[in-house]
């Protein structure tokens, strides 16, 4: 396992308007928990963007690479694909490459249809399940190429959670129970699998609001609880990437506050990705950001270089709010 | 202009009466509404009529002896006995033809909504269960008598030497389960494709098989639908006539055929209520009108009551939803 190395693209080039607070926090290998709070937030005034406090108080203690994302380009050849700018034969992600570590929160940000989600859907396959969809260059977990991983198990170290908060119809436990058992079966039975499961929910920081309601149907918890649950579900395979698909775009304020603690606090047990179109959400949880816009990957950086002082124009735009 | 003046009526309209006076409406608009009133009432007369006809005349020939006893020869109402027979037969073919439907409609749904390929295949398969469900029955009849007389499928009918006689409850409830099964199909699919896709997505996405996702998250969000296509499949098939009269043999009493037990019955042949309704009708052989209403009424019970089930049903399956 490697530690810290570069990402290979559009990287913030040191002697071009390089922000001198943010830089540091990126390039040294082992970073402080001292620096980073100080360098994020102080490297603001760059543009108008203005934001909340961020949730993460300090820098995780250790990143390590999980996956990578080399040169990647989707492209979806029928017009049958379900998401944005994929007009028949044209790509909807050109030429992508993004590290994914475990020890920090990346956020893709960007306008609708630019091919955050469908980026964010290849890291487990799930583009396959697009009809026409064809993906070139080459996305490795932990140094393997993913293609040659068989898909329900890759799946299973790369989970994924949707927009939707989407716990199956059946009740609390099972929802959890159904993904840790083997295939289509009702084996192992409930007893065995007791102590995964409340692992799971505690993991999602649920346990403590469900535990009496364990047998009650998913589908009767609030939003916030349902994604939580969705994050449960996720978390109980005991993945090495966790995917988040704008989890919060679907509830309510305190809901999002806790789901985005609970996300700060996961990074460190998994690698977590999240596609979100909130900057300031970005802004609040993220440790590296990239920004996408028409399927290209503009600017990748950490939160405080893309936020406080963008390269690109059009990062700087769309972070002080000219588009998207 | 004219709009925005149609909106401030209809808002001040909402404030004084909760319903728009149809006085207040166009000439052939009124008229329009006079023909479907016209239409309902007329509509709603005859199905009255027709159960409350049955009723009375049902109820004045219905004793309980008639449901115990079974039929026999004989010229006149007290020697020809009641309809224990057809009663029996009914719920047999019922049965057969249900166990034989259901698997086969759930698979082909399953199949057709989820998998889809090969494409052409899937499309062939479509239309021949939409053309399925425009066969009329008795054509099906005749095809059933040409299919079990063959020698091939001797084993499920009486033969005598090498003559098969081909009319059996087997013959009948395969058959029969023609007639129910475009109505699963359609109910299933209809079931399935009303789950939105990121519940299959979500499944597929920590590492769950295909046929997992099937069997144990779509399927049972499903039921309601497979429940109410079954309901209505055996409803048809209760109330088909012609393949009965055809398939099952002229008898009215349950002809086994060999020794097994209930092989034997399965064997042989037999009348349901709706052949005994056919052969008491004032055009029947037996012509016993009296018997006729009397297993009429049962048989009209029994539908209505199958209908109720199909409503309660529906109804209750609207619980699942996710929030949209």
Same mark, same amino acid.
């Given at each position: 396992m490697e530690f810290m190395s570069p990402p290979p693209v559009r990287w913030l080039d040191p002697d071009r308007e390089a922000p001198p607070a943010a830089a540091p926090g990126q390039h040294e290998p082992e970073r402080t928990p001292e620096q980073a709070p100080v360098t994020q937030n102080g490297s603001a005034p760059a543009t108008s963007f203005v934001s909340a406090p961020r949730r993460r108080v300090q820098a995780s203690h250790f990143a390590l690479d999980r996956m990578q994302i080399e040169d990647v380009s989707i492209s979806y050849t029928e017009n049958t694909a379900v998401r944005g700018a994929n007009v028949k034969g044209k790509a909807a992600v050109r030429s992508v490459s993004l590290p994914v570590r475990q020890g920090e929160v990346l956020a893709l940000i960007g306008p609708s249809g630019c091919g955050k989600t469908t980026l964010l859907r290849s890291l487990n396959r799930l583009t396959e399940m697009t009809r026409g969809a064809s993906l070139e260059g080459r996305i490795t977990l932990d140094g393997v190429d993913i293609t040659t991983i068989e898909p329900t198990l890759l799946?299973?170290?790369?989970?994924?959670?949707?927009?939707?908060?989407?716990?199956?119809?059946?009740?609390?436990?099972?929802?959890?129970?159904?993904?840790?058992?083997?295939?289509?079966?009702?084996?192992?039975?409930?007893?065995?699998?007791?102590?995964?499961?409340?692992?799971?929910? *505690?993991?999602?920081?649920?346990?403590?609001?469900?535990?009496?309601?364990?047998?009650?149907?998913?589908?009767?918890?609030?939003?916030?609880?349902?994604?939580?649950?969705?994050?449960?579900?996720?978390?109980?395979?005991q993945p090495e990437v966790l995917l988040l698909d704008e989890p919060c775009s679907a509830l309510d304020p305190q809901s999002t506050q806790v789901i985005e603690d609970l996300i700060v606090r996961l990074r460190e047990e998994v690698a977590v990705v999240i596609v979100t179109h909130n900057l300031q959400?970005?802004?609040?949880?993220?440790?590296?950001?990239?920004?996408?816009?028409?399927?290209?990957?503009? *600017?990748?950086?950490?939160?405080?270089?893309?936020?406080?002082?963008?390269?690109?124009?059009?990062?700087?735009?769309?972070?002080?709010?000219?588009?998207? | 202009m004219s709009g925005e003046a149609v909106t401030?009526?209809?808002?001040?309209?909402?404030?004084?009466?909760?319903?728009?006076?149809?006085?207040?409406?166009?000439?052939?608009d009124r008229l329009g509404l006079a023909i479907c009133w016209l239409l309902g009432l007329l509509f709603c007369a005859i199905a009255a009529s027709i159960v409350i006809f049955m009723m009375v005349q049902g109820i004045r020939y219905l004793s309980p002896s008639l449901l115990v006893t079974r039929p026999t020869a004989g010229f006149s109402q007290s020697q020809t006995?009641?309809?224990?027979?057809?009663?029996?037969?009914?719920?047999?073919?019922?049965?057969?033809?249900?166990?034989?439907?259901l698997p086969i409609g759930v698979t082909i749904a399953v199949w057709l909504t989820e998998y889809g390929r090969p494409f052409a295949l899937a499309r062939a398969a479509e239309?021949?269960?939409?053309?399925?469900?425009?066969?009329?029955?008795?054509?099906?009849?005749?095809?059933?008598?040409?299919?079990?007389?063959?020698?091939?499928?001797?084993?499920?009918?009486?033969?005598?030497?090498?003559?098969?006689?081909?009319?059996?409850?087997?013959?009948?409830?395969?058959?029969?389960?023609?007639?129910?099964?475009?109505?699963?199909?359609g109910s299933t699919r209809e079931g399935l494709q009303a789950i939105p896709?990121?519940?299959?997505?979500?499944?597929?996405?920590?590492?769950?098989?295909?046929?997992?996702?099937?069997?144990?998250?779509?399927?049972?969000?499903?039921?309601?639908?497979?429940?109410?296509?079954?309901?209505?499949?055996?409803?048809?098939?209760?109330?088909?006539?012609?393949i009965i009269v055809?398939?099952?043999?002229?008898?009215?009493?349950?002809?086994?055929?060999?020794?097994?037990?209930?092989?034997?019955?399965?064997?042989?042949?037999?009348?349901?209520?709706?052949?005994?309704?056919?052969?008491?009708?004032?055009?029947?052989?037996?012509?016993?009108?009296?018997?006729?209403?009397?297993a009429a009424f049962v048989l009209l019970l029994v539908v209505l009551a199958l209908n109720l089930c199909v409503d309660v049903v529906g109804r209750r399956g609207r619980v699942v939803s996710w929030s949209s």
């Open positions: 799946r299973r170290r790369v989970t994924m959670v949707f927009q939707q908060p989407n716990p199956f119809p059946m009740s609390v436990f099972d929802n959890i129970a159904y993904v840790l058992r083997e295939m289509g079966s009702r084996r192992p039975r409930k007893r065995a699998l007791e102590g995964p499961v409340l692992d799971a929910l *505690e993991r999602a920081g649920l346990l403590e609001e469900v535990r009496a309601d364990l047998d009650h149907p998913a589908l009767r918890l609030s939003g916030g609880q349902q994604q939580r649950l969705c994050i449960a579900r996720a978390l109980a395979v959400q970005a802004y609040r949880i993220a440790d590296n950001v990239g920004f996408m816009y028409l399927g290209e990957l503009v *600017e990748y950086g950490t939160v405080g270089s893309v936020f406080g002082s963008p390269r690109q124009q059009r990062t700087r735009d769309y972070v002080s709010g000219a588009f998207g | 401030t009526q209809t808002v001040i309209a909402r404030h004084t009466r909760p319903v728009e006076a149809s006085s207040t409406w166009r000439r052939t006995g009641g309809f224990l027979d057809p009663l029996i037969g009914t719920v047999v073919v019922a049965l057969l033809g249900v166990a034989i439907a239309s021949t269960i939409e053309m399925l469900a425009g066969i009329p029955d008795i054509v099906l009849a005749l095809f059933g008598l040409l299919i079990f007389s063959s020698p091939i499928l001797g084993f499920l009918s009486r033969t005598s030497g090498h003559v098969v006689f081909g009319r059996s409850f087997f013959a009948a409830g395969a058959m029969l389960s023609l007639v129910a099964l475009p109505l699963i199909v896709a990121h519940i299959r997505e979500a499944s597929l996405a920590v590492g769950k098989t295909r046929f997992a996702t099937i069997r144990r998250v779509l399927l049972p969000t499903a039921r309601p639908s497979v429940i109410t296509g079954t309901m209505l499949g055996l409803g048809r098939i209760i109330g088909d006539t012609a055809v398939l099952l043999g002229a008898t009215l009493t349950l002809n086994q055929a060999g020794g097994t037990p209930v092989i034997s019955l399965l064997k042989g042949t037999g009348s349901t209520l709706t052949s005994f309704i056919y052969e008491n009708a004032p055009t029947g052989e037996a012509n016993q009108p009296n018997k006729a209403y009397a």
